[in-house]
């Protein structure tokens, strides 16, 4: 198999891996609060990315974890989990996933204004419309508009100055050691949650397996992302990470539900196709492409 094909083919695998992700958490989150979830959650997945950085025989922390680009990383991580774990929570499924795909739109749009990265006319335009795609979705003023789809806003945020951080961050980090780092952010996301959630709903049975679950999963699908970035060419295997989407369309039609009306779709096809073309022109002007996911990434040297 070509690299580029095994590269596409672990990405597809990643991703349907964070979709169901959201999707067991959400189901956890149905009988337990948002803060017990997120911990229960974060602990477990940092237990085995602690274990897979030992396998690896690098340090399971960092020394550089609270200094210069790698500090502002670790906070912007912490900001991601907290909003997206209550957008999965009180959010559709279907919003949440396509919001969060402005994400790689952002970090371009940061890497330009923070890290002074040339951004021709044609990616500002495509950044344009997937903003507009946003706002279709999100809908202020009208009376369609969620308050809690904000959560989702702020979570995209998050997770794109989690990736800009991660553009600048030391490249000798290696990627079992983020995602220690980025699960431990899971964790103490969900301390913030559990300090101001008004009531407090422990897991029961069936909630603490579920999120067991979702920690297992979770670390199977950061270990097929970085399995994917290592594997084939950026510029081709990349655009395959917008296949969360379709995830998890697919996963809140069958699981909650979900019927996104006509906007919403529009929005996400806008957001997707500018997506998609902005990672294009960026590969064509020999750029690393952004990485824009909803859980740790990979070495500062693969992005996605």
């Not at 995602?179 to 909630?207: C, H, M, T």
């Amino acid at each position: 198999m070509k690299p580029d094909t095994a590269g596409a083919l672990f990405m597809v695998l990643a991703m349907v891996g964070f979709g169901i992700e959201d999707a067991l958490f959400k189901a956890a989150t149905s009988s337990v609060s948002a803060g017990a979830g997120t911990v229960v959650f974060g602990l477990t997945a940092l237990t085995l990315s602690a274990l897979g950085a030992r396998h690896a025989g690098v340090e399971i922390w960092p020394r550089a974890a609270f200094r210069g680009w790698l500090l502002v990383r670790n906070i912007f991580e912490v900001c991601g989990r907290l909003f997206f774990a209550l957008a999965l929570a009180y959010t559709p499924l279907s919003t949440t996933s396509a919001i969060l795909q402005a994400a790689p739109l952002v970090v371009t749009l940061g890497a330009a204004l923070v890290l002074g990265e040339r951004v021709g006319p044609r990616r500002w335009a495509a950044m344009a419309v997937g903003f507009a795609g946003v706002l279709m979705i999100l809908r202020p003023g009208l009376d369609s508009f969620r308050p809690d789809a904000i959560f989702a806003l702020l979570g995209m945020v998050g997770f794109a100055g989690r990736d800009l951080a991660t553009r600048a961050s030391p490249p000798h980090v290696h990627a079992a050691q983020l995602g220690v780092l980025g699960f431990a952010a899971v964790a103490v996301a969900g301390l913030v949650i559990l300090a101001f959630e008004p009531a407090r709903q422990a897991p029961d049975g069936r909630a603490l397996v579920l999120l067991l679950i979702t920690g297992c999963v979770g670390v199977l699908a950061y270990t097929a992302l970085t399995r994917a970035m290592r594997t084939g060419d950026v510029s081709v295997v990349a655009p395959f990470r917008y296949s969360r989407l379709l995830v998890a369309l697919v996963l809140a039609f069958v699981l909650f539900g979900e019927r996104p009306d006509a906007m919403t779709l529009a929005g996400a096809a806008l957001i997707v196709v500018s997506g998609i073309y902005t990672l294009w022109r960026q590969a064509k002007a020999g750029a690393t492409a952004p990485t824009a996911l909803d859980q740790p990434v990979t070495e500062s040297k693969d992005r996605t």
